[in-house]
């Protein structure tokens, strides 16, 4: 059957809608995907909760609620950004979804830009979830900080989506799966994320603070609990986002 004058005819959607549709189809698929929203939501509210809770684990000084929220909103950042992407990119390869898409109308381009905002989406949809858990619990942010906040949120995102593409775009699908949840785990427990690197053994401390897990727990913890930015916590999520995006760009494949 021939194409209807109007099929023929008929144009590509602007780059914004075609970029905005697959944004909204990625962030979706994301909320919809159960082993994502259990590392996306569920364990945060539940790292939150049960840290309020006790006090057998040393969190700092100061309320301990004021304490645990800005660490479980860096953890959110690291499930969505990191986690969620590497293991997204990981089997969109193996299945051969990023090749198709980078060759459609969306292109590479905005497919790129597309999963950008949809991480962003769910991260905004994550703070909402643990702040309101957290005034729940007693919360008492400084409001002044929300600014500095912002910025280490915009610069840990960066950082995390170019460590999961480095991972999800080189690796086999089945070793991203494995290998990104181990981290989450890791940085969970030592990486600086929840529990300040100044609370840990003395010897994890000079690594801890190099991390990127680190440097976005601690800014966020400085803005919200002390209404003060961190130029030094954002250097080093630069100097990481900047070096996987290279490598990234360098390494990254789009179909096994």
């Excluded at 905005?20 to 929203?37: D, H, K, S, V, Y």
Aim: aromatic residues 6%; hydrophobic residues 60%; proline residues 5%.
């Amino acid at each position: 059957m021939s194409a209807t004058p109007m099929a023929a005819g008929a144009a590509a959607a602007p780059a914004r809608t075609r970029v905005l549709a697959q944004a909204r189809f990625e962030a979706i698929t994301l909320l919809r995907n159960g082993e994502q929203l259990l590392v996306a939501l569920v364990l945060p509210v539940a790292v939150l909760i049960g840290l309020v809770a006790t006090t057998g684990i040393p969190v700092g000084t100061g309320r301990r609620v004021d304490l645990v929220v800005p660490g479980v909103l860096a953890l959110c950042v690291i499930s969505s950004a990191f986690t969620g992407q590497a293991i997204s990119v990981g089997f969109d390869r193996r299945y051969g979804v990023l090749r198709l898409l980078g060759v459609s109308p969306l292109g590479r381009t905005g497919l790129l830009l597309a999963k950008a905002t949809a991480v962003l989406s769910v991260i905004a949809l994550q703070f909402v979830v643990i702040a309101g858990v957290g005034l729940a619990l007693g919360w008492e942010p400084r409001w002044s900080g929300i600014p500095a906040a912002l910025v280490s949120t915009l610069l840990g995102t960066w950082a995390f989506v170019a460590l999961a593409l480095l991972l999800g775009g080189t690796l086999r699908a089945e070793g991203v799966l494995a290998l990104a949840n181990l981290v989450w785990l890791v940085l969970l427990a030592l990486g600086g994320v929840v529990v300040a690197g100044s609370e840990l053994p003395g010897r994890f401390a000079p690594v801890v603070e190099l991390l990127p897990s680190a440097a976005l727990g601690d800014s966020l913890r400085a803005a919200l609990v002390h209404g003060s930015a961190s130029p030094a916590h954002w250097a080093v999520l630069v100097v990481w986002g900047a070096v996987a995006t290279l490598l990234a760009r360098r390494l990254f494949r789009w179909s096994d």
